[in-house]
């Protein structure tokens, strides 16, 4: 691909932003979201309480499983 034409080597591709629905940061794109919803398929390892925090950064997820673990330790 030689040219010295810029216009002619430039591709655009663009990809809907995942955000998280606690902070409204950016997660990762939806086509990478669903390959790995895939392998974690394909493997074995989808459980009932991903759905939940699926579309939660890190950082939500810390504290959505630790509000959890606090109502669970409450009920004790």
């Known amino acids: 691909m030689a040219t010295l034409d810029k216009e ?17 940061n950016v997660i990762t794109t ?7 919803r895939k392998k974690i398929e394909d493997v074995g390892l ?13 950082s939500c997820k810390r504290h959505h499983v630790a509000g959890e673990i606090k109502e669970a330790m409450a009920l004790e």
């Open 46 to 58: 989808l459980d009932k309480d991903r759905a939940n925090i699926e579309n939660l950064c890190s």
């Open 30 to 36: 939806r086509k990478h979201l669903e390959e790995i």
């Open 8 to 24: 002619a080597s430039y591709h655009e591709i663009e990809h809907e932003l995942i955000l998280c629905e606690g902070c409204g």
